[in-house]
């Protein structure tokens, strides 16, 4: 595998060739695609939290704040996404490290349930903190353009592994 720089990279791009089996400033072009499929998500996903306006994300806050079913919704969404996290994670462990499966999953396993146990009792929370960022004045340009880099940085990686 070749270690190229990111304008070799876009020159071999832009002659048709695949960029699969190289490596871009040190990590193979797969792990590039995967990242800027995730920053492409995270930037599309504050769009639409912006999108969806503070009142709506408050009431969301407030009606899981006050409801039980809600709680456990959040608590089973929680478990889902933190698993989908830690499997990715777990797979660069995997990459770069000596340790078994059993060990990652045995981690895995532990983090997810650290993670989802906290998540479902401070979600209510985060809602909350979202709606008063965009609802700010000062910070809503600062996440309008931090979700535009986020979607631009992510779309740019996941063409260059295309």
Do not use: N, Y
């Not at 996903?45 to 709680?71: C, K, Y």
């Not at 989908?84 to 462990?93: D, E």
Request: net charge positive.
């Amino acid at each position: 595998m070749a270690d190229l720089g990111l304008f070799e990279a876009w020159g071999i791009w832009f002659e048709g060739r695949s960029l699969t089996g190289h490596c871009v400033l040190g990590l193979p072009i797969l792990w590039w695609s995967r990242i800027g499929k995730v920053l492409a998500f995270t930037g599309g996903l504050t769009a639409i939290l912006d999108l969806l306006g503070p009142d709506v994300l408050r009431r969301f806050s407030e009606r899981l704040r006050t409801t039980r079913r809600a709680q456990q919704f959040v608590a089973t969404s929680t478990w889902a996404l933190v698993g989908v996290f830690m499997g990715l994670v777990s797979t660069v462990i995997a990459t770069w490290t000596f340790w078994g499966p059993f060990f990652l999953e045995a981690g895995v396993i532990v983090i997810v349930c650290a993670a989802a146990l906290v998540l479902s009792g401070v979600s209510d929370k985060i809602f909350a903190r979202v709606a008063s960022i965009i609802e700010d004045p000062k910070t809503e340009r600062w996440w309008r353009v931090g979700s535009f880099v986020l979607l631009l940085v992510g779309f740019h990686f996941d063409l260059l592994a295309s």
